[in-house]
């Protein structure tokens, strides 16, 4: 196990953790715990490829574009479901994972739940704004476990690419198996339990 930091932290902060191996996910969660209680304001941990990873909030724009999800998704959630951009880990044990989607929507009543991990079965969808320090992890890692964990779907916007992907129809053991992508800037279907059009016109910066 390792902590990796992304962006070197502001002195005199440090990241505690076990000088021991690490035997299992659930102590490594208990890792992440440690780690994110002991880190400044702007900064967020995750649990990707069997390391606690830390990295830098995004940039201005990406709030930007969170809030313009909030708003075109929030009518066609499912019942008992909400759109958040709120920092908050999902855990997924079976892949031994804990991420922390840009945007989501989750089941409400989910979120009662003691500790900072949510349960990642909740979820009816996630969504991903790359950075240069992140795409490869949202392009790859996070598109397989979402798809084999079931997430109904993935929305990754990847601003280097100038992209919008909608991956839906996931499959425990092929990830999604369906997918739509626009160009940044124009509308993508967003399929169920949505149904509905996300417009990327004003995210373009």
Not at 48 to 67: A, F, K
Request: some cysteine.
């Amino acid at each position: 196990m390792a902590v990796m930091v992304e962006t070197p932290l502001p002195q005199p902060q440090e990241i505690s953790h076990p000088q021991e191996p690490v035997g299992g996910f659930e102590e490594l969660c208990q890792v992440l715990e440690q780690v994110d209680a002991g880190l400044p304001d702007g900064y967020r941990t995750e649990i990707i490829g069997g390391n606690v990873v830390v990295s830098p909030w995004s940039q201005c724009t990406y709030d930007y574009i969170l809030e313009s999800v909030i708003e075109q998704l929030g009518p066609h959630v499912p019942d008992g479901h909400r759109v958040r951009g709120f920092p908050r880990l999902f855990k997924f044990p079976s892949h031994d994972q804990s991420y922390g989607p840009d945007f989501y929507a989750v089941e409400w009543a989910a979120l009662k739940v003691k500790g900072i991990h949510a349960p990642g079965d909740a979820l009816s969808l996630v969504g991903e704004v790359t950075s240069r320090s992140t795409a490869d992890a949202d392009r790859e890692a996070k598109l397989e476990v979402y798809g084999k964990a079931g997430v109904p779907v993935y929305v990754l916007v990847d601003m280097l690419a100038e992209s919008v992907t909608a991956y839906s129809d996931p499959s425990p053991d092929r990830g999604y198996r369906a997918h739509q992508q626009v160009k940044l800037g124009d509308v993508v279907q967003i399929p169920a339990p949505f149904d509905c059009k996300l417009d990327t016109s004003a995210w373009e910066v």
